[in-house]
Nanobody
Framework: QVQLVESGGGSVQVGGSLRLSCAAS????????MGWFRQAPGKEREEVAT????????YYADSVKGRFTISLDNAKNTLYLQMNTLKPEDTAKYYC?????????????WGRGTLVTISS
């Protein structure tokens, strides 16, 4: 089992920045995918940014490329998502997840989410 706890959400104005953190505990191990997903009201959950922890390979959704950066601190077992130049359409609940494959269906473990609200 892997436990994931997100933090860092909040309300910021358009153009602002936030950094989300995801503390992982339990049976963490290398060679898996960890990442961030989000779900806006009335919309399906979507993949935002993911990383294969073994290779360091990353994926970013087109909508966040150049604005968001995913990173992993192995010593702290903590995953981050630095979000810059935030837009109203970034408003959503952000979830940290871990699994064998970097895709929505490939994630086995989920945090409870942290809410991000961007106001204009």
């Amino acid at each position: 089992q892997v436990q994931l706890v997100e933090s860092g959400g909040g309300s910021v104005q358009v153009g602002g920045s936030l950094r989300l953190s995801c503390a992982a505990s339990g049976n963490t191990y290398s060679g898996i995918c960890m990442g961030w997903f989000r779900q806006a009201p009335g919309k399906e959950r979507e993949e935002v940014a993911t990383m294969y922890t073994g290779s360091g390979g990353t994926y970013y959704a087109d909508s966040v490329k150049g604005r968001f950066t995913i990173s992993l601190d192995n010593a702290k077992n903590t995953l981050y998502l630095q979000m810059n130049t935030l837009k109203p359409e970034d408003t959503a609940k952000y979830y940290c997840a871990a699994g064998r494959f970097c895709s929505l269906r490939g994630m086995n473990y989920w945090g409870r989410g942290t809410l991000v609200t961007i106001s204009s």
